[in-house]
């Protein structure tokens, strides 16, 4: 099966498909920054992921968030390649790093960092607000 990411502008689309992909999700999902999705063949939505910019003392950093792909497309590269798509767009904006955080027990997504170049790292200041996370980062 071929997929295409587009950017997405529609925040309903992505507030939709987050409902899909997670059952539980937080109905009050945070829309903001960029988004993309990625589509079938039928150019039915069926994996998104966002992006936020963030200006440091360092530098523009971006924070990836929000990823998801639904069942029936998992094992598919969707994931890795919302990874590279926003990586992309992090240095076209003059990011200097990435970061991210996943739950320590998603091995799929860990391993979907690791692949892409993000490393385990440790910030001076929590954000998750949980400790069951791993926290990572990207130099760009």
């Known amino acids: 099966m071929k ?62 968030h929000r990823v998801g792909v639904i069942l029936s497309c998992r094992r598919m590269g969707l994931h890795q390649r919302l990874i590279q798509t926003r990586l992309k767009a992090a240095k076209e904006e003059g990011c200097v790093s990435a970061i991210t955080y996943t739950m320590y027990y998603n091995a799929i997504s860990n391993n979907n960092l690791i692949n892409a170049g993000f490393r385990q790292y440790y910030p001076d200041y929590t954000w998750v607000g949980v400790d069951d996370v791993i926290y990572w980062r990207k130099q760009l």
């Open 3 to 64: 997929f295409r990411i587009y950017r997405e502008y529609d925040l309903d689309r992505v507030s939709s498909l987050d409902k899909a992909v997670f059952s539980s999700a937080d109905p009050d999902i945070d829309l903001q920054g960029m988004w993309w999705t990625a589509r079938n063949e039928d150019k039915l939505p069926v994996a998104y992921a966002g992006m936020k910019l963030y200006w440091t003392e360092d530098g523009v950093v971006s924070y990836f």
